[in-house]
């Protein structure tokens, strides 16, 4: 469904305000795209009027869908080289260092399907293997969260089709971790018990997630305007214990933002560090 | 979970058919509209029908039409799967009774919440 500029303009300010999603001028095409599914199911045959129908939803569902619609990306296992390089040799060594101890909190932020989840723990249980203390793993629990509970169902099954499982997951972890059933690939029971999933709006307090060693949030804020974003990364910055990494996209930055981490370059990633509390 | 798929494109039934192998799904198919009326005779009910719009014979708009006057079927949900070309007669299969819409071309994840949705499967997901 084409968008014309003024209705992009309507678009992005409810958009803007009410999931707070920044779209530049030249984004026309992600409405479009994202947005035309949901508009026709709501039987509208602009956006016009879909933006009408946007703006009479009391119930929070259709802005819930455009949320998930819009900030939804694609997602595969160990994705980006230099940030599971820096997983592998520096985030997760310091997690298993503390698991010997008590149990250690990874939150997923966007986990979508779950791939990212579940590398975590897979890359985990590799290390606890490598020190000969695979009984570690199960001090670990992963926190996964999304807006969209239907990919979540996703996540929680487990499964996942051949071209799911061919995208970031190498011969050897796909045959180590993975049961084929037909042409479908079902994780093992130990590692996706790892990996807990709930139902959550990032607009939300994170009080009720708790504090977590390790945070991922990646892809998600690119979207959000300015002041969400610091308000987000504020809010994090209240869950991440102090001395724990935050890891965003590759071309994310907390610059401007936030001054509640302290950037650290490992290789080619950039960790974003809490300050101990002042 | 029985599911109905039909579409005249022997490529696009082979993979949806792989696609929801990942939610376990019980996979039939129609080749078009009246072989799909064909296979519900047949089969008996199934829990959600994916159906496409453009095929010879009996196209979606009649299929969905037969299927929402018979009282066997007329509460299976039925899932409009098309090209984005065809908004009109898009929001007209809404209009008549489809649940949802789904554009050509698409990905596992974007069918699979589709269906997830519809079916109302992650209603215990808190």
Redo the contacts between chains.
């Keep these: 469904?084409k968008l014309s500029g003024n209705e992009f303009e309507l678009i992005k300010g409810f958009v803007e305000k009410n999931c707070g999603i920044h779209l530049e001028p030249g984004k026309e095409y992600l409405i479009e795209t994202r947005l035309?599914?949901i508009a026709?199911?709501h039987?509208?045959?602009s956006f016009f009027e879909f933006y009408q129908k946007a703006l009479g939803d009391t119930t929070g569902k259709l802005r819930n869908r455009i949320v998930d619609a819009m900030t939804t990306n694609e997602t595969y296992f160990f994705r980006d080289d230099n940030l599971w390089n820096y997983m592998r040799e520096v985030a997760l060594p310091e997690l298993l260092r503390k698991a010997a101890t008590g149990p250690v909190r990874v939150w997923s932020a966007a986990a979508?399907?779950g791939q990212e989840a579940y590398s975590i723990a897979m890359m985990f249980d590799e290390l606890a293997r490598a020190q000969g203390t695979p009984s570690l793993s199960k001090n670990l629990e992963i926190v996964g969260t999304d807006i969209?509970?239907?990919?979540?169902?996703?996540a929680?099954?487990a499964?996942?089709?051949?071209?799911?499982i061919r995208r970031g997951l190498s011969d050897e972890r796909r045959s180590r971790y993975f049961k084929e059933n037909?042409?479908?690939w079902v994780l093992n029971d130990e590692i996706k018990a790892r990996a807990k999933?709930?139902?959550f709006n990032l607009m939300d307090s994170l009080a009720a997630l708790g504090t977590f060693d390790l945070v991922l949030c990646r892809y998600v804020a690119i979207y959000f305007q300015e002041n969400f974003k610091k308000d987000l990364f504020q809010r994090i910055a209240g869950v991440l214990k102090p001395g724990c990494p935050l890891l965003l996209g590759a071309t994310e930055t907390l610059r401007g933002l936030s001054d509640e981490f302290e950037p650290t370059v490992y290789k080619n990633c950039t960790a974003f560090v809490r300050k101990p509390s002042r | 979970m029985r599911i109905l798929s039909i579409d005249d494109s022997n490529s696009i039934r082979h993979a949806v058919r792989k696609m929801l192998e990942v939610i376990g799904a019980e996979f039939f198919e129609g080749t078009d509209g009246q072989d799909g009326l064909e296979v519900l005779e047949k089969e008996g009910p199934v829990d959600l029908i994916l159906l496409d719009m453009e095929m010879p014979r009996l196209d979606g708009m009649g299929f969905l039409d037969a299927v929402k006057k018979d009282p066997r079927w007329k509460d299976i949900p039925v899932i409009v799967v098309s090209s984005i070309a065809q908004k009109e007669r898009m929001i007209r299969a809404i209009q008549e009774g489809a649940k949802q819409y789904l554009t050509k071309p698409f990905t596992s994840e974007q069918l699979l919440t589709k269906i997830v949705d519809a079916l109302h499967l992650d209603g215990d997901i808190e």
């Design positions: 469904m035309t599914d026709i199911e039987e509208c045959k979508s399907t969209s509970s239907a990919a979540l169902f996703l929680i099954s499964r996942y089709d051949t071209l799911a037909g042409s479908v999933f709930r139902r």
